[in-house]
């Protein structure tokens, strides 16, 4: 750090050093995470409100510490991704994901997140059949969600990975669209089945700007003969306004949380309901 002369860097260095130490903290009680039990995968279903039927779920990691509680994804996948713990942990992900799903109704697909590190392994699309083949999940029941970041990678790395899902009938997500860099065009050179319109756009839907984004990515979607979801939704209000705009697949509070798989099936009867 540098001094501005006026002891500047007395307030700033203690503040870096803390919080070094607290990514420091959560990598090593992560890596005894797996081991002492404390991570468990909770599923959020995915609604085609029309049909008014769940067609799928989202994997999503929980790790409850034993001492401090709960840990959210959003502070613990970051620094599992800097310490390359990301590997292993997404590999038990989706074997734990499969692994569940084998069991529910054929109907039922599961999707999980791919942090973009774990493409930059080899053994990535081997690992995945592995898993596969072990589970006996059938691959036109999984679907993999991946981040725009993964395109600023190694593009031909990248395109043969996603494309060698494909061949093997897994289906590929566009995730949280709109919050990166990639450009409406670039992501036509990829082999996406669907694009997940970023809930930032889905919360501000009274705003014209998100509601052009919205609208422009719906268009998209529909240009490139791909399907599109929106999610978090979270009010009646924004249900009815994607509605209208022509998007008929959610996901979000409004229908249902997260939640461990044995109370899915509660869910699953309430929206088909209504
Ligand atoms: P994401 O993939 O975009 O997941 C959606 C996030 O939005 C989840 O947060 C979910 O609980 C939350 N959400 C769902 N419906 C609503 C809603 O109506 N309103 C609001 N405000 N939020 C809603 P979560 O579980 O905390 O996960 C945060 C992020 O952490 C995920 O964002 C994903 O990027 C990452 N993550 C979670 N699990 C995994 C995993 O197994 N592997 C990897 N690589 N990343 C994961
Ligand atoms: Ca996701
Ligand atoms: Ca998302
Ligand atoms: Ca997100």
Same mark, same amino acid.
């Given at each position: 750090?540098? @001094?501005?002369?006026?002891?500047?860097?007395?307030?700033?260095?203690?503040?870096?050093? +803390? #919080?070094?130490?607290? #990514?420091? +903290?959560? %990598?090593?009680?992560?890596?005894?995470?797996?081991?002492?039990? %404390?991570?468990?995968?909770?599923?959020?279903?995915?609604?085609?409100?029309?049909?008014?039927?769940?067609?799928?779920? %989202?994997? $999503?990691?929980? *790790?409850?510490?034993?001492?401090?509680? &709960?840990?959210?994804?959003?502070?613990?996948? &970051?620094?599992?991704?800097?310490?390359? $713990?990301?590997?292993?942990?997404?590999? *038990?992900? $989706?074997?734990?994901?499969?692994?569940?799903?084998?069991? *529910? &109704?054929?109907?039922?697909?599961?999707?999980?997140?791919?942090?973009?590190?774990?493409? #930059?392994?080899? @053994?990535?699309?081997?690992?995945?059949?592995?898993?596969?083949?072990?589970?006996?999940?059938?691959?036109?029941?999984?679907?993999?969600?991946?981040?725009?970041?993964?395109?600023?990678?190694?593009?031909?790395?990248?395109?043969?990975?996603?494309?060698?899902?494909?061949?093997?009938?897994? +289906?590929?997500?566009?995730?949280?669209?709109?919050?990166?860099?990639?450009?409406?065009?670039?992501?036509?050179?990829?082999?996406?089945?669907?694009?997940?319109?970023?809930? @930032?756009?889905?919360?501000?839907?009274?705003?014209?700007?998100?509601?052009?984004?919205?609208?422009?990515?719906?268009?998209?979607?529909?240009?490139?003969?791909?399907?599109?979801?929106?999610?978090?939704?979270?009010?009646?209000?924004?249900?009815?306004?994607?509605?209208?705009?022509?998007?008929?697949?959610?996901?979000?509070?409004?229908?249902?949380?997260?939640?461990?798989?044995?109370?899915?099936?509660?869910?699953?009867?309430?929206?088909?309901?209504?």
């Amino acid at each position: 750090a540098k @001094s501005d002369g006026r002891g500047t860097y007395r307030f700033f260095e203690p503040e870096m050093d +803390r #919080r070094l130490q607290a #990514r420091r +903290r959560i %990598e090593l009680d992560l890596r005894g995470a797996l081991e002492r039990g %404390e991570l468990e995968l909770h599923y959020q279903p995915f609604v085609d409100v029309s049909a008014r039927t769940v067609t799928g779920v %989202e994997a $999503l990691l929980r *790790w409850t510490h034993k001492e401090r509680g &709960p840990v959210s994804p959003a502070e613990f996948i &970051p620094v599992a991704e800097e310490s390359g $713990l990301i590997r292993p942990l997404g590999l *038990w992900v $989706l074997r734990e994901a499969c692994r569940q799903a084998a069991a *529910w &109704p054929q109907w039922l697909d599961v999707s999980v997140n791919l942090s973009p590190v774990q493409f #930059r392994t080899d @053994s990535l699309v081997g690992d995945v059949r592995s898993i596969l083949a072990e589970t006996g999940l059938d691959p036109r029941r999984l679907q993999l969600e991946v981040t725009e970041s993964l395109l600023l990678q190694d593009t031909q790395s990248v395109l043969v990975k996603l494309q060698a899902f494909r061949d093997l009938g897994i +289906r590929i997500s566009m995730d949280d669209f709109g919050t990166g860099y990639s450009s409406l065009g670039y992501i036509s050179k990829f082999p996406f089945d669907k694009i997940k319109i970023d809930q @930032s756009f889905v919360r501000d839907i009274e705003k014209p700007d998100s509601l052009a984004i919205i609208r422009a990515v719906i268009g998209l979607s529909r240009a490139l003969g791909i399907a599109v979801i929106a999610e978090g939704v979270e009010t009646e209000a924004q249900r009815d306004a994607l509605r209208t705009e022509g998007c008929h697949e959610m996901q979000g509070y409004f229908f249902a949380k997260p939640q461990p798989a044995p109370e899915l099936a509660g869910s699953v009867l309430r929206i088909a309901r209504g």
